[in-house]
């Protein structure tokens, strides 16, 4: 059964463009318009995938992501006309995982779909047992995560990102090297988009202790720094 995809944009030209590419790669596509639709159908949990505009009337794309992220792992990829980087790491702090701006090239959104889905099945490719690193536990098969016990809710990215330092057992990694890992070598983000995403991370972990598990290791990157 083909995955599905919704396409939460009010460009009825970009979306219909971006529906064909989609199917023509095999996907089942839902298009619409306004935010809080799209929140509503997204909430639902029956689409592999959410493409959401930034952009969009009854609820902007920011703040669908945002409600969305209480409840929902589903992939996210934000488009917007707006191309500064404080816009995309604002749309990376509201929970998106990927980011494209516009105009881009249809094949390159379908590109970067298709990463975001091997992401996730690389992910539940197998099903290990759950793994406690001290006050951690992380269950790669589900990727549920508990701090002290109590369920932490994570996007793929942030998950993607702890297991990457968990997995190092204490040595620093670059965010070259993470970039790398999470998003892939062809992956043209800024070195502040780790960044974005550890410091969302690194707060849901323990706010009142932001490098409890992760610390910055200045002048490279990140390391585990949980007890083991």
Not at 55 to 61: A, F, K, Q
Not at 165 to 181: C, F, P, T
Not at 186 to 196: E, H, I
Request: hydrophobic share 40%.
């Amino acid at each position: 059964m083909p995955a599905r995809i919704l396409i939460v944009e009010d460009d009825g030209v970009v979306a219909e463009t971006l529906e064909a590419y989609l199917q023509q790669a095999g996907y089942e596509v839902t298009r619409v318009r306004d935010g809080r639709e799209g929140l509503a159908i997204a909430q639902a949990g029956a689409h592999a995938l959410v493409i959401l505009d930034l952009m969009i009337p009854g609820l902007g794309g920011n703040e669908v992501c945002r409600q969305l992220r209480r409840s929902s792992r589903v992939p996210v990829l934000m488009l917007t006309a707006r191309t500064t980087e404080d816009d995309r790491v604002r749309g990376f702090e509201t929970g998106a995982d990927d980011y494209v701006a516009k105009p881009f090239s249809p094949r390159e959104v379908v590109c970067r779909v298709q990463a975001l889905m091997r992401r996730g099945a690389q992910t539940a490719a197998a099903r290990p047992e759950p793994e406690r690193y001290g006050d951690l536990v992380v269950d790669r098969w589900s990727r549920d995560v508990l701090v002290d016990d109590r369920p932490v809710t994570l996007t793929r990215t942030e998950f993607a990102l702890l297991d990457a330092i968990v997995l190092a057992d204490g040595r620093a990694l670059s965010r070259e090297h993470l970039i790398a890992r999470v998003f892939g070598p062809d992956y043209d983000g800024t070195d502040r988009t780790v960044d974005t995403h550890l410091t969302n991370l690194r707060r849901k972990l323990d706010r009142d202790r932001p490098q409890r598990f992760i610390a910055t290791v200045h002048g490279i990157g990140y390391r585990w720094s949980g007890r083991a």
